[in-house]
């Protein structure tokens, strides 16, 4: 297994101990990142600030799957050889990365293909409890008539349609926590939305189109008070920012593999112990079993209930390989860096007349990622001038259209830094950013 040996933070979690990267230690990172360094559109420097879609991946990630399928390529949890010993070592010993990573057991990890794979499988438990799966262990998923799942008007739609199916399927009601103009959950809605009927509360940890934070332990007391189940949407949180589960308290979480510097097709659900035992399954068939007879099965303990059939065991070593790589830098030192660019992020889309930013304006509780809307500019186009320059940004509705619409836009464009932006490459960003609406011959620009 290629060893992750970080040229400027290996040895301690937090390497020199300074809380921010100092420059050289941001070079040593990106020097991690080859894609970084090439040009795009002729000749221009990449300047990449779509991380909030997805990540670019450090070599020790790219090594580890290579290294996976060069020495180790076998299937796990079966064979009794040398290679599928390994394999299933590689396997598991990635689950342990990615646990230690988000303060959680091992046990307590389930692989999944990416985080809208997570918030599927906990929205379909529910349903097959409540169509009588899982027997009386699985009494706490079952829903009743009058019952009610509570979402925001923040989330992503892979944390807003799964609910809205699970109410279709069984007549529970959908109801959601609303956010102010800033683009902030409304905390206060909490003591209202919230009630005795909510079974469960489920929510991002941060928003990927306001970067808005969520104060997490609000939302868990409330839960906590009337017994409803909290599953935290952990996508843009994981990678950003230090990120303990038990601490949190929540019973289910998830996050995707691509978004914190590892491969595609690969997350993870985290479920607190207890309930994922209690939990029926979802996919059925191979892997996933104790007893199969002809007539019935009984299934394995978790996590493996929850990973049927051939698992994408080169993506999740990478993905552990991402979890150290994050560990080894120090999530604090990865935080304090995207403090900084949120603040410089900020300054640009504030500093040009005639753009409106959707979300808060101050840097607190806020991640690196700004959206926005150009006066008299659609949002593609706006991304077009910017691509001209070589600066890679997001348009679109961001999969949020609720959030959007509350907003009062329909679309937006969006820069989001991670652990490898810099500080030249926001200041080339609020550049391409100033000349936009000159481009199209609006005033006040230049
Ligand atoms: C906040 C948030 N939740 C969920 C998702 C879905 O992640 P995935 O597409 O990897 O399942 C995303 C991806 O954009 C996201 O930003």
């Not at 979690?13 to 990142?33: H, Y």
């Not at 923040?154 to 807003?160: F, G, I, M, R, T």
């Not at 991670?418 to 230049?446: K, N, S, W």
Request: charged share 20%; hydrophobic share 45%.
């Amino acid at each position: 297994m290629t060893a992750i040996t970080h040229p400027s933070r290996a040895g301690t979690p937090d390497g020199d101990g300074s809380p921010v990267l100092t420059a050289a230690e941001l070079a040593a990172v990106r020097a991690d990142f080859p894609l970084l360094a090439r040009t795009v559109r002729g000749d221009r420097p990449l300047v990449y600030l779509d991380t909030a879609a997805t990540s670019q991946k450090p070599e020790v990630v790219l090594d580890a799957l290579q290294d996976f399928y060069l020495q180790r390529n076998a299937a796990v949890h079966r064979g009794a050889h040398q290679l599928a010993e390994e394999a299933t070592e590689a396997f598991e010993g990635a689950r342990r990365d990615v646990a230690a990573l988000v303060g959680a057991d091992e046990g307590e990890i389930v692989w999944t293909t990416n985080a809208t794979a997570g918030i599927n499988t906990v929205a379909y438990a529910i349903s097959n409890a409540t169509a009588g799966r899982g027997g009386e262990a699985a009494r706490r998923f079952v829903l009743r008539e009058g019952d009610e799942i509570v979402v925001t008007e923040s989330e992503h739609h892979a944390n807003l349609v799964p609910w809205q199916e699970l109410c279709a399927r069984t007549g529970a009601r959908l109801r959601w926590i609303g956010v102010d103009d800033d683009g902030r959950l409304r905390l206060d809605e909490l003591a209202t939305v919230v009630t005795d009927r909510t079974r469960v509360l489920a929510f991002t940890h941060a928003s990927n189109v306001t970067g808005a934070v969520t104060d997490v332990p609000a939302f868990v007391a409330r839960a906590r008070e009337v017994g409803a189940l909290t599953v935290l949407d952990a996508c843009q949180s994981v990678p950003h920012m230090p990120v303990d589960l038990h601490a949190l308290g929540v019973d289910f979480a998830v996050f995707s593999g691509h978004k914190m510097l590892g491969p595609t097709g690969v997350g993870a659900l985290y479920g607190r112990r207890e309930l994922l035992e209690a939990m029926p399954p979802v996919t059925t068939g191979g892997s996933m079993v104790e007893v199969v007879t002809m007539e019935t099965t009984t299934y394995a303990p978790p996590p493996l209930r929850f990973e049927a059939g051939s698992q994408m065991v080169a993506q999740a070593v990478g993905m552990g390989a991402a979890a150290r790589y994050l560990d080894e830098l120090g999530m604090a030192a990865v935080a304090a860096h995207e403090a900084e660019m949120t603040r410089l992020l900020l300054d640009a889309v504030t500093s040009v007349p005639g753009v409106r930013l959707l979300g808060p304006a101050d840097a607190r509780d806020r991640l690196a990622l700004v959206s926005f809307v150009v006066d008299g500019v659609h949002p593609h186009d706006a991304g077009q001038v910017l691509d001209d320059a070589g600066i890679a940004v997001r348009v679109g509705h961001h999969c949020a259209q609720p959030l959007h619409r509350r907003l009062g836009a329909q679309s937006s464009t969006r820069a989001s830094a991670g652990v490898y932006t810099t500080a030249e490459e926001i200041a080339a960003f609020a550049d391409g950013l100033a000349r936009v609406r000159h481009f199209f011959g609006l005033e006040g620009a230049r």
